[in-house]
C-alpha cells in the first residue's frame, strides 16, 4: 500500500489534495501541467519536499521473496471467446498441461501481450518485457564449456517465452528454474481479477543483505556540503498521473551559475525496479535546451558512503563550471563527428544530414539537439530485450555534450 505524503510537504506551495480510490491507495489529485511544446513541467521542491517524493516513489513499488522452484509457467497459446487457452507447465515437476481458463476481457489483454506468466504461491506474476526476456534468463542460464570451439566458459542460449516457444524450450526452462535461487522480485500493487491475484513483474534482484545507496540519500550529502541552500525540480508528481514510474528523475539546482551566466545542474536517476546503476548527469542549459557535458554512474551496492560519492560529484561539477565551452561549434564539424562516430542509425543518416544541412541560424548545436525531437532514433518493427533501448539517443547526447567543451 503506497504511503500518505507526509503532512509537512503538503502545506507548502502546491496544496496537493490526496483521496483514496476503492483499493485504499493514496494519489494525487491535480491536473497535469505542460509548457507550450507539451512537454511536462517541473516543480521545484526543498530537501524535505524531495525526500517525500522518494517515499511516495518507493513505497509504490514492493517487494517479495519469489521462489522459482515452486513456479508454474502459463503461456498464452489464443484468445477465445470469454477467456484465454494456456499451457501450464509446472516447474517441479515439468509436466504439463493445456487449459482453458475465463478472464476478463482486460486481462486476457493484458496476459496475451505478455505472453506469459509465473504463478508462485497463489500470486500471478506478469513479466515485463525485459524481464521476460533478459533478467530472468541473467538469473537462470548457468556456464557451459564449450570444448568442441575451444572457446572457454560460455552462456546457455537465453530463453524469451512467447507464443510460438514449443514445450520443449518450456521445459528447458524449467529445469533452468529448478536450479535458480530465491530471488527478489519487484513488482506494482496487487490485483484481483476472478479470484485470482496479479502483480506486475518489473525487476528481479539477488537475495543480498547489503545495504543500498539511493539517488535521494546523495543528494542529500550534496544539499549539506552545498550550504544547505540547494533546491530540486522533478516531474514526477506529473507522471504518475499518467503510467507508474519505473524510475525517479530529479535535478539538483546549484545556487551559482557560470561565469558566462550559463547555469549548471545535476541530474539523477534512479530505480528500484532491477539492477541498474543510479545515473548523475552533468548538464549546461543554453537556450532552454540541456547538454550533458560529463556523466557517471553509481552502484547501489557501493561500498562509498553517501559524502564520498557526493565528494565526487563535487569534484566532476567544478569541472563543468569551469570548462571552455565552444559554441561556435559548425554544422560541419557536427555532421562529421556523428556519421565518423556512427551517432545515428543506418537508416537515419541520410535524413539528419539533410536536416544539419538546411540550417540556417548561427547555433547549429540547438538544431543539433533538435533533431532528437524529430523521432530519429525511433526504430519501427523492432523488439528489444531491454526497455532501457533508446535506438541510440543517449550515446548521441553524450556526444553532443562532449563536442562543447574544447
Request: charged share 30%; proline share 2%.
Amino acid at each position: 500500500m503506497r504511503t500518505k505524503i507526509q503532512s509537512n510537504y503538503m502545506r507548502q506551495r502546491h496544496k496537493l489534495r490526496c483521496f483514496f480510490d476503492e483499493t485504499k491507495n493514496i494519489h494525487i489529485k491535480c491536473e497535469t501541467k505542460t509548457n507550450k511544446k507539451g512537454e511536462i513541467n517541473l516543480r521545484t521542491f526543498n530537501m524535505e519536499g524531495l525526500k517525500d517524493l522518494w517515499e511516495d516513489y518507493s513505497s509504490a513499488i514492493k517487494s517479495t521473496k519469489i521462489d522459482f522452484k515452486k513456479a508454474k509457467i502459463y503461456q498464452a497459446k489464443e484468445i477465445k471467446t470469454g477467456g484465454l487457452e494456456m499451457l501450464v507447465t509446472s516447474v517441479s515437476t515439468g509436466k504439463q498441461e493445456t487449459i482453458f481458463e475465463q478472464l476478463p476481457d482486460k486481462m486476457c489483454y493484458i496476459i496475451n501481450k505478455s505472453e506469459c506468466f509465473y504463478e508462485i504461491d497463489g500470486i500471478r506474476y506478469i513479466p515485463s518485457r525485459e524481464v521476460n526476456s533478459r533478467t530472468l534468463n541473467d538469473y537462470s542460464r548457468k556456464n557451459i564449456v564449450d570444448d568442441c570451439m575451444n572457446k572457454g566458459k560460455t552462456k546457455e542460449p537465453p530463453i524469451t517465452v512467447n507464443h510460438f516457444s514449443s514445450p520443449d524450450t518450456l521445459k528447458t526452462l524449467a529445469g533452468r528454474l529448478r536450479r535458480t535461487d530465491e530471488l527478489i522480485g519487484i513488482h506494482y500493487k496487487l490485483v484481483r481479477a476472478r479470484k485470482k491475484v496479479y502483480a506486475r513483474l518489473v525487476g528481479l534482484k539477488s537475495m543480498n543483505g547489503e545495504n543500498q545507496i539511493s539517488a535521494v540519500e546523495i543528494a542529500g550529502c550534496l544539499y549539506n556540503k552545498c550550504g544547505r541552500s540547494m533546491l530540486f525540480e522533478s516531474a514526477y508528481l506529473e507522471q504518475i498521473k499518467r503510467q507508474p514510474a519505473l524510475s525517479f528523475t530529479f535535478r539538483c539546482k546549484p545556487a551559482r551559475l557560470r561565469s558566462d551566466g550559463i547555469p549548471v545542474c545535476i541530474l539523477f536517476q534512479d530505480t528500484l525496479s532491477g539492477r541498474k546503476s543510479m545515473r548523475v548527469d552533468f548538464a549546461v542549459k543554453i537556450d532552454n535546451r540541456l547538454y550533458i557535458l560529463d556523466s557517471m554512474e553509481v552502484n547501489h551496492r557501493t561500498k562509498m558512503s553517501g559524502d564520498e560519492i557526493a565528494d565526487n560529484i563535487i569534484k566532476r561539477f567544478e569541472v563543468c563550471y569551469t570548462a571552455d565551452l565552444n559554441l561556435n561549434i559548425t554544422a560541419n564539424d557536427i555532421i562529421k563527428n556523428v556519421l565518423q562516430k556512427g551517432l545515428v542509425p543506418k537508416k537515419a543518416e541520410e535524413r539528419f544530414v539533410t536536416y544539419m544541412s538546411s540550417i540556417n541560424t548561427d547555433t547549429p548545436i540547438a538544431m543539433a539537439s533538435d533533431v532528437i525531437k524529430t523521432g530519429i532514433f525511433n526504430i519501427k518493427n523492432k523488439k528489444h530485450t531491454s526497455s532501457g533501448y533508446d535506438g541510440g539517443k543517449r550515446r548521441y547526447e553524450l556526444e553532443l555534450g562532449r563536442a562543447l567543451i574544447r
